[in-house]
């Protein structure tokens, strides 16, 4: 079941990683053609889309090996009683 959560990152770090920018670039078109800005709005926010990305995937990757440390450290049980050398 781990292992499912751990895929389930995957597909998390992708949606982090494209959503920002598109949202982004399409706010700053939309901004362009309702309020006649200039291609310098698409320009500022397509960076702005860029580095919000870079940030969410950081933060994303650490957050997948902080789960992927947690899955591979498991412990082995304490040994019985009976099972002593």
């Given at each position: 079941?781990?292992?499912?959560?751990?895929?389930?990152?995957?597909?998390?770090?992708?949606?982090?990683?494209?959503?920002?920018?598109?949202?982004?670039?399409?706010?700053?078109?939309?901004?362009?053609?309702?309020?006649?800005?200039?291609?310098?709005?698409?320009?500022?926010l397509g960076i702005l889309g860029l580095l919000t990305s870079f940030s969410t995937a950081r933060s994303c990757l650490r957050s997948m090996r902080k789960?992927?440390?947690?899955?591979?450290?498991?412990?082995?049980?304490?040994?019985?009683?009976?099972?002593?050398?």
């Amino acid at each position: 079941m781990k292992l499912l959560s751990l895929l389930m990152w995957v597909g998390q770090f992708g949606f982090s990683v494209v959503f920002p920018t598109l949202f982004f670039l399409l706010l700053a078109v939309w901004l362009r053609d309702r309020f006649g800005l200039g291609l310098w709005i698409v320009a500022v926010l397509g960076i702005l889309g860029l580095l919000t990305s870079f940030s969410t995937a950081r933060s994303c990757l650490r957050s997948m090996r902080k789960a992927a440390g947690e899955v591979s450290s498991q412990e082995e049980p304490p040994t019985a009683f009976n099972d002593h050398k």
